[in-house]
């Protein structure tokens, strides 16, 4: 702390005059510190404008580009049905197109008939409907042939049970017959002739005509559409009624490939269904599906284009 005091005994304040001459002194440094500021002020400045300079000379530039005078831009009337974009130079225009073909999914389609025939003969007296593969399961109840109900419990009885069933209900001598070399059932009136066969009515309970594949056609007899043996999906692999038996090695270790992607399988633990389900949740890139009527397997991609399915 400065205790001093000037000029006490003289009466001359010599402080005041130190002070006064000192910044005299400084007065250069400060002219040049004032000076320092307004060089950095013209500076900052000068900065500025090189960098909006350089701004300005990049977009003069992107200007004279050929890729920014030459640029097109595509738009279409609904964008759910198509998109489109225009390269550099294409030529302005109002554009139809007119789609007589959309792209479809490639498809890879099994043999038909893999599933083995109902029965192995023309005898038809052994095992009972609920046992014999008929796909889908035939449900108990009545059918109608010829205007007589006729009664049917595939839990018990046979087809042959049925064929009687039929003869003794049914007015006009109808017999059942199958064929093993076809794989189909055959009903007929006996001595050909007469009205034709009626079989089928709103009251029926059982589904054994539909699944039998027997409709009306005007005449004496009646033939199933197609062959009637086919695979049962709820079933496991092994006991899915294939016309070729599906094994695994014996270990449960099954395993192919499809457009490169494994698919494991278990011949008597995974049912056909399991293993649908299993491909169509694969990274394979495809769906798998089953025809009844056809009795037969299809794989489609599930993006559309010519890409073909690898097995």
């Given amino acids: 702390m400065d205790l001093g005091l000037s000029?006490?005994?003289?009466?001359?304040?010599?402080r005041s005059l130190v002070d006064k001459l000192a910044d005299v002194e400084r007065t250069p440094q400060k002219r040049l510190r004032s000076e320092q500021s307004t060089l950095q002020t013209r500076n900052n400045?000068?900065?500025?404008?090189?960098?909006?300079?350089?701004?300005?000379?990049?977009?003069?530039d992107a200007l004279k580009s050929n890729e920014v005078l030459q640029a097109r831009k595509a738009t279409v009337s609904d964008s759910t049905v198509l998109t489109a974009t225009a390269a550099p130079g294409g030529a302005a225009g109002t554009y139809e197109?007119?789609?007589?073909?959309?792209?479809?999914?490639?498809?890879m389609v099994g043999a038909t008939g893999i599933g083995a025939n109902l029965y192995p003969s023309n005898s038809v007296n052994t095992g009972t409907l609920a046992s014999k593969g008929f796909n889908p399961l035939i449900t108990a109840g009545t059918i109608t042939v010829?205007?007589?109900?006729v009664t049917i419990d595939p839990a018990v009885d046979t087809l042959q049970d049925v064929f009687d069933r039929i003869d003794a209900a049914a007015p006009g001598n109808i017999q059942g017959t199958y064929s093993a070399t076809t794989d189909t059932i055959t009903l007929r009136r006996l001595g050909g002739g007469g009205p034709p066969l009626v079989i089928g009515s709103?009251?029926?309970t059982s589904n054994f005509l539909s699944v039998a594949r027997l409709s009306n056609n005007g005449t004496s007899q009646i033939d199933s559409s197609s062959s009637?043996?086919?695979i049962t999906p709820t079933a496991t692999l092994n006991a899915a009624n294939f016309q070729t038996a599906v094994t695994d090695g014996g270990a449960g270790a099954g395993e192919f490939k499809i457009n490169g992607v494994s698919i494991s399988y278990s011949a008597s633990a995974d049912s056909v269904q399991n293993l649908m389900d299993r491909i169509n949740a694969s990274?394979?890139?495809?769906?798998?599906?089953?025809?009844?009527i056809s009795d037969q397997f299809t794989l489609t991609n599930k993006v559309t284009g010519n890409l073909g399915v690898a097995v």
């Avoid at 000029?7 to 010599?14: C, I, K, N, P, Y």
């Avoid at 990274?283 to 009844?292: E, H, K, L, Q, T």
């Fill in 7 to 14: 000029g006490l005994a003289s009466g001359f304040d010599w």
């Fill in 45 to 60: 400045a000068f900065g500025s404008i090189k960098t909006q300079h350089k701004v300005l000379k990049d977009r003069v």
């Fill in 97 to 107: 197109f007119n789609i007589s073909q959309l792209a479809t999914a490639s498809k």
């Fill in 146 to 149: 010829d205007g007589a109900q």
């Fill in 202 to 204: 709103s009251t029926d």
């Fill in 228 to 230: 009637l043996g086919s």
């Fill in 283 to 292: 990274a394979a890139g495809v769906s798998i599906s089953y025809d009844r």
